[in-house]
């Protein structure tokens, strides 16, 4: 009793003992290493568990090098602290903020309502809609921000058609149960007039008998199973949010956290490296993100079935159709700055002067002072028209409120973390260590590092993988001489796959918080959908991309010429003696 009690205390104290006993268990790799990698190794190693254990909050972790690296000699406050905000920063910002002003004035409840009006009615047709939509909102949201504006409107459908979610697991239980509730059933449900926004004219209107009609003489076995079936889609529709958020965030910069965080990564280990920019990996990604989204569907379907709607939508209004313009020209312009398979608009600028980061910042300043009412000539001669100030399409006040400043410093702690392991001589280190690997070939090593990070990024956040592993990654490349976008690709992808556990990601959190999902049920469907994504990752960069990145050469960019002095001239030790696994 005592030891049980002693236990329970320890637990409520366990992220205090994380923070002052972790620093001092790794303190012997200061005094057993060289001097600079390991006084690095120890800060990365502590970073690692901060953010796996969340000790600390994320973005606190993520301002430790701020004071650590100085202190400790590895590198000055002066190189530190600029990595907080660099341009990938600012595309990141750009991208919140546009996301902003499309939740501000409802146009992702529109673009989810009109893709599952095309979807049509066929058994899973309807999961496919959810997933099509939310991974093509991913793609400019968050995924957690897309995952929460998706899950409502999945329950909404589900509620229309099923009924009442208690009802509805009741008919799942004992046949007592279901001859009580069969007069009151769900069955023969219409959701009537469903306003989304009190200031929106959405109408949702759904018409559907999955059900079977107690007045048709079933009996309550009929209705079990029936309830069953229908408790297998609700799951399958919540299950499938998430997922293809998930997935949906891989194909643009800006969809994710690792994305910007390779991006920033190869600035500081490959300047000369340009093969990268907005146009070109969605030009990679996204044939990819459809066919894992494909795959993954019939996966979902195969497990838990489909519905049978109709939908239809309300007008649309001069804010949402300016919104859309803005993002649609957002989304061009990036594309087509410098796509590498054709000349881009860059060309009218001096070279290097214009980046990814400029276009979004143009972009989403013009949302500022942009009317959110069609303006009117007549308003000017009309004595009686109210003059209250035009309302902007968004304002700085939400714009505030929506952009997670704790990410914006996680992206910058990343950053500063992979220049301490460049100018250190860390990754250079380890990378000496992990020579063993040069004798497996390029296209297998990049899956076994591929699904080794998939299933780190299980128990960890992908930025924190990302964050972790990219350095290493990058000198290992150089070490045996492989192209570094042959793993670092790979790997940033993989890193958004976490589908098995519902501390993977916070979308996964977000629909197991819903009540309706068993660990169970994400570990059955998450297992195979992590298998699938190595499998797509790879044959993906063994097709199309090896001809869009050349993989198969050595880069110019990544020959010792190319590259940071800093990186090469450290002293490297003997790596005998020490074997890695992955």
């Known amino acids: 009793m005592a030891a049980s009690v002693f236990f329970r205390k320890l637990w409520c104290v366990r992220k205090q003992l994380v923070i002052f006993l972790t620093p001092l268990i790794l303190l012997p790799l200061i005094f057993n290493l060289p001097e600079k990698e390991g006084k690095c190794l120890y800060v990365v190693l502590l970073m690692a568990v901060f953010w796996c254990t969340e000790a600390l909050p994320l973005a606190v972790t993520a ?15 002066k190189k530190v602290c600029p990595q907080y905000f660099l341009d990938t920063n600012f595309l990141f910002l750009s991208g919140l903020v546009m996301a902003s002003a499309i939740e501000e004035w409802g146009l992702h409840r529109r673009i989810a309502l009109k ?25 400019w949201l968050s995924n957690t921000a897309t995952t929460a504006m998706m899950l409502p409107i999945a329950n909404a459908i589900l509620e229309s058609l099923f009924g009442d979610l208690e009802t509805l697991k009741k008919n799942c239980g004992s046949i007592d149960d279901v001859e009580n509730n069969i007069t009151n ?80 990564q190869l600035k500081s280990f490959f300047p000369d490296c340009d093969v990268i920019n907005f146009g070109s990996w969605f030009a990679f990604a996204f044939p990819l993100m459809l066919m894992f989204l494909i795959l993954g569907w019939l996966w979902i379907a195969f497990l838990y079935g489909g519905l049978n709607t109709r939908l239809c939508l309300g007008p649309i209004n001069f804010a949402e159709m300016s919104i859309a313009f803005f993002f649609v020209l957002f989304a061009v312009l990036l594309f087509t700055r410098d796509p590498k398979f054709v000349t881009g608009w ?29 303006p009117s000539l007549s308003w000017w001669f009309n004595p009686q028209a109210s003059n209250t100030p035009y309302v902007p399409l968004l304002s700085w006040k939400k714009a505030q409120d929506s952009v997670p400043w704790n990410i914006i ?84 992808v993989g890193c958004s796959y976490a589908f098995m556990l519902p501390v993977s990601t916070p979308p996964n959190s977000i629909a197991f918080a819903s009540g309706h999902l068993l660990v169970k ?12 994504g190595v499998l797509c990752v790879g044959l993906a960069m063994n097709t199309w991309g090896m001809a869009m990145f050349d993989l198969n050469s050595y880069p110019e960019w990544a020959h010792p010429a190319n590259v940071s002095s800093t990186v090469l001239h450290v002293h490297i ?3 005998s003696g020490l074997n890695v696994t992955l």
């Open 63 to 77: 301002m430790l090098p701020v004071c650590l690296f100085p202190t400790m000699g590895i590198l000055p406050s």
């Open 115 to 139: 893709v599952l009006k095309v979807v049509g009615v066929k058994p899973a047709w309807l999961i496919l809609g959810m997933m099509l939509t939310s991974s093509f909102l991913s793609m």
């Open 185 to 264: 059933g769900p069955s023969n449900v219409k959701l009537q007039a469903l306003q989304l926004e009190p200031s929106e004219k959405q109408i949702l209107s759904i018409e559907g008998q999955d059900s079977a009609d107690p007045g048709d003489g079933v009996t309550p076995e009929e209705v079990q199973v029936e309830a069953r079936y229908q408790m297998k889609v609700w799951k399958g529709f919540l299950i499938c949010i998430p997922y293809a958020a998930s997935i949906g965030g891989t194909a643009t910069l800006t969809g994710t956290a690792p994305n910007l965080i390779l991006i920033g």
């Open 346 to 374: 860059s060309v009218f600028f001096p070279k290097g002067y214009v980046s990814d980061a400029v276009t979004g910042v143009i972009i989403v300043s013009i949302l500022f002072f942009f009317p959110s009412q069609k």
């Open 409 to 492: 410093l996680l992206l910058g702690g990343g950053f500063a973390l992979a220049k301490g392991c460049e100018e250190s001589g860390l990754a250079s280190w380890i990378g000496g260590h992990l020579q063993p690997i040069a004798e497996v070939p390029p296209a297998a090593a990049a899956m076994l590092l591929t699904a080794f990070v998939a299933c780190f990024t299980e128990f960890a956040s992908n930025t924190a993988t990302i964050i972790i592993f990219l350095p290493v990654i990058a000198e290992l490349a150089m070490r045996v001489s492989v192209n570094p976008l042959c793993f670092m690709i790979p790997v940033t």
């Open 521 to 532: 049920d994400m570990v059955k469907t998450g297992i195979v959908m992590n298998v699938l």
């Open 573 to 575: 030790p003997p790596v």
